[in-house]
């Protein structure tokens, strides 16, 4: 009788892998430097799937839903460092709407900030105020936006990287 392995974390499984592969190379592209420094570039889809889920830098995607709408883009990905800082497990974080992660009153200057990354490709030194899932308001400074292209160039969505924050 053989054991059947268990199934893989979400943020591991093969749609996770092709995620984390195209953040990887949509930042390189956009900022010139590799998202996670000491990773190799043929590095396989899984390991960087591993690398990025547990680095110390918060990192969040959502899908390519225009930012003025209602609900508005939807997350699609967030590392251990931001479900640890949103307080949200991975099935509660992701596919929520990503403006939830700001607090009504912050909402339009995130928006605002989005629609500024997406003309732009990509912008840094990015500052807000997000909310977790308690309620705690916390700073975050110094954040880098990008878009996310697929394999044929097309937008499909845009992430957020930061490792400066406080709480407030």
């Known amino acids: 009788m053989t054991a059947e392995l268990p199934s893989p974390p979400p943020w591991l499984t093969p749609a996770a892998q092709g995620l984390a592969l195209c953040l990887l190379s949509n930042y390189q592209r956009a900022f010139g430097t590799p998202l996670i420094a000491g ?50 497990p991975w099935a509660e974080m992701v596919g929520m709407p990503s403006r939830l992660t700001a607090e009504p009153a912050e909402r339009a200057s995130r928006r605002q900030a ?26 975050i400074e110094a954040a880098r936006l990008w878009t996310l292209r697929d394999g044929s160039g097309q937008p499909c969505g845009q992430a957020a990287r930061f490792s400066r924050w406080w709480l407030l």
């Open 39 to 88: 990773l190799a570039a043929d590095a396989s889809p899984l390991l960087v799937a591993q690398e990025l889920f547990a680095a110390e830098l918060v990192l969040l995607a959502h899908d390519g839903a225009d930012p003025s709408s209602d609900p508005g883009p939807r997350l699609i990905y967030a590392n251990r460092a931001a479900l640890r800082l949103w307080q949200r």
């Open 114 to 139: 989005l629609v500024a990354a997406q003309a732009k490709e990509a912008i840094a030194g990015y500052r807000g105020i997000r909310i977790d899932s308690r309620g705690r308001r916390f700073a």
